[in-house]
């Protein structure tokens, strides 16, 4: 870099696939929301997918002692520290029934590293990966970067954004690697019934098909429904399964950076090589947080999910008195996820929005209310709106959208 000529980026010098990605759309519309707040508008941000609430106290302090601990002043190994390896593995039993060694565990900076090292360990040039749409935001972009193809399968209000065996074998080919899970879904809220766990994973086993299932909202379940992992309801997928996991929307852990893969152990070796040469160990400290947390009593988060509860029925409630919106009531994490496609074309404040990208531009812009647009989750035509946020603030919100759309 000449530091006293003019600066240049060269484009053309910058690799085709990192070139070709596409910001996330929810973490941009969260920093324009946050920009808008900053200058004094009173916005109110349905765009962001963490929850509201503090790490409760005892992880707080379980990382306050870590820091003092000099161990955790060096580097560890970096599949994760023995403890929280161990850990997983009792966790995994405990929540989901499957019994596995702490051999099938790696650690990984967040649920998003652990979802982008699944998928480098397991994808080549070519292969084609089966992705229900709507879909979280950053699962295609991470497909492509490892030179496979995403497949989208859409699913819509009507199916309350479940798909079926039947759309799954429409869409094989041969080429066919892998298929995205995810159960309770961002951005839909969906959660897919017991039995139909089991026969997606079934048919996928039937096919030989890898499944990548992202289980980091597996707590967040509302109305009696039942998070059933996929390698525990079908255990002939058990083989083929790679569960994506993390601390993060549990226990208001965002921030910490604590995710983790459990897979079959030749994966599991192959995803630490390539570990250990991109980040090594996770910060320990965050860890030994993440340890406390999963070890810790479950009960910490009941008083989250009552809240999120409360919101998600208010939000609802809301935003299906207006006309034109279609919305499944959410059964899992917390996102409601609208058709708009009934107020678009409309007369909206001198304006006719024709897309939902238009729309939330509108509606950020006119109401100062922020939500993201389907287009970032391969459905135009929807919005997602995030109920982590307060109910007064859910409140106020819904009913600048109500008066703006009239
Ligand atoms: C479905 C899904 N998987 C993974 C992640 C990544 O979580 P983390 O914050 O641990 O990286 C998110 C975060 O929004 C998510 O919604």
């Known amino acids: 870099m000449n530091s006293s000529g003019p600066s240049r980026t060269y484009i053309s010098d910058i690799s085709p696939s990192v070139a ?43 990382a306050a002692a870590a820091c003092r601990e000099v161990s955790n002043h060096r580097y560890s190994p970096t599949a994760g520290l023995p403890d929280l390896r161990e850990a997983i593995a009792a966790k995994t039993l405990r929540d989901s029934s499957l019994e596995i060694s702490p051999s099938q565990v790696v650690v990984t900076n967040g649920g998003k590293h652990a979802v982008y090292n699944a998928f480098r360990t ?19 972009e991470i497909i492509r970067l490892c030179g496979a193809v ?27 690697k892998a298929l995205v899970f995810v159960s309770p879904s961002n951005p839909t809220g969906a959660v897919y019934p017991p039995d139909e766990v089991e026969a997606i994973g079934n048919w996928a086993a039937s096919r030989g098909v890898w499944v990548l299932a992202d289980e980091i909202y597996e707590h967040l379940v509302y109305d009696g429904n039942e998070h059933r992992s996929i390698a525990k309801a079908a255990p002939a997928v058990a083989e083929r399964c790679v569960i994506l996991n993390g601390v993060a929307k549990t226990y208001a852990m965002t ?19 390539l570990q250990s040469h991109q980040t090594s160990n996770v910060c320990n400290v965050a860890q030994r947080a993440a340890q406390a947390a999963i070890t810790g009593p ?9 809240q999120f509860d409360r919101r998600r029925r208010s939000l609802h409630r809301m935003i299906s008195e207006i006309e034109g919106v279609d919305c499944p009531l959410p059964q899992g994490a917390f996102y409601a ?12 404040a001198g304006r006719h929005p024709e897309t939902s990208l238009e729309l939330a531009e509108l509606l ?3 109401a100062k209310v922020a939500v993201v647009p389907g287009e970032a989750f391969g459905a135009p035509g929807c919005v997602r709106l995030s109920f982590a946020l307060s109910s007064a603030q859910i409140v106020e919100g819904m009913s600048r959208v109500a008066e703006l759309l009239g």
């Open 298 to 306: 479950l009960d910490v988060f009941a008083e989250m999910l009552l």
């Open 255 to 273: 921030g910490w950076r604590v995710g983790w893969i459990v897979a079959p152990e030749p994966f599991v070796k192959a995803a630490t090589n």
């Open 20 to 62: 070709a990605i596409i910001p996330s759309a929810t973490l941009e519309v969260d920093a324009r929301a946050k920009a808008l707040r900053a200058a004094g508008e009173p916005v109110v941000e349905f765009g962001g997918g963490e929850p509201d609430f503090p790490t409760p106290d005892f992880i707080v302090e379980a």
């Open 364 to 366: 950020l812009s006119e």
């Open 337 to 348: 996820f609208p058709s708009v496609e009934g107020v678009l074309g409309r007369e909206i």
């Open 122 to 140: 397991l994808l080549s040039t070519g292969d084609e990966v089966l992705l229900p749409a709507p879909y979280w935001t950053s699962y295609p």
């Open 150 to 176: 995403p497949v989208e399968i859409p699913t819509s209000t009507k199916s309350m954004y479940r798909l079926s065996v039947e759309q799954l074998e429409a869409a094989w080919t041969p080429q066919t």
